[in-house]
């Protein structure tokens, strides 16, 4: 599988060293290596989800409880979770850390992934969804804190979008 250990393996433990101990997330391909280590590592909950909006609901839970939460997702599962982004997030003032695989860019080779790529942007500029993408090892761990760091401050949702640099050994 072309998808990066190594590259997984430095996303988890930023995560980790954020203080993140809950992740929500559906199977997908870019992200199994994060999957699998959250399924594995016994500081980390993992909660599998049915549809993307559920982690909204999920990340909200656990900040009332106090416990760090990040949702890794698909940019279609991003789209899918729009209402509860807006309705929830947004209107109630929850962090939202959400770690997004950014399909449909340069190099996709998926045709069923373009779309998504075109609008994915534009609706996070819509929605004022601060982003920043994840494209170099070097960068991960800071902008993984920047970016909860700012969920946390401004009560809002933050995405960060994995790139194709980052996540895939070709």
């Known amino acids: 599988m072309p998808v990066s250990l190594s590259s997984s393996k430095v996303i988890f433990d930023a995560l980790k060293q954020c203080e ?9 391909t870019w992200l199994v290596h994060l999957i699998r280590m959250a ?15 559920e982690g909204v609901g999920i990340s909200a839970g656990a ?16 789209l899918a979770s729009i209402n509860g982004i807006v309705s929830f997030a947004h209107l109630y003032k929850i962090p ?58 401004s009560l809002q949702p933050v995405a960060l979008l994995l790139m194709r640099d980052l996540m895939w050994e070709e």
């Open 96 to 153: 939202l850390l959400m770690l997004v695989s950014y399909r449909g860019t340069f190099g996709e080779r998926d045709p069923w992934q373009t779309q998504g790529g075109n609008v994915t942007e534009p609706l996070l500029r819509a929605m004022a969804i601060p982003y920043s993408f994840l494209d170099r090892v070097e960068t991960v761990e800071k902008r993984i804190r920047q970016a909860q760091t700012l969920a946390e401050s």
């Open 39 to 53: 399924d594995d590592d016994p500081e980390m909950i993992l909660v599998r989800l049915a549809k993307e909006e």
């Open 20 to 28: 993140i101990r809950m992740l929500s997330a559906l199977p997908e």
């Open 63 to 78: 900040h009332f409880a106090g416990v760090k939460s990040a949702m890794l997702m698909q940019n279609h599962g991003f």
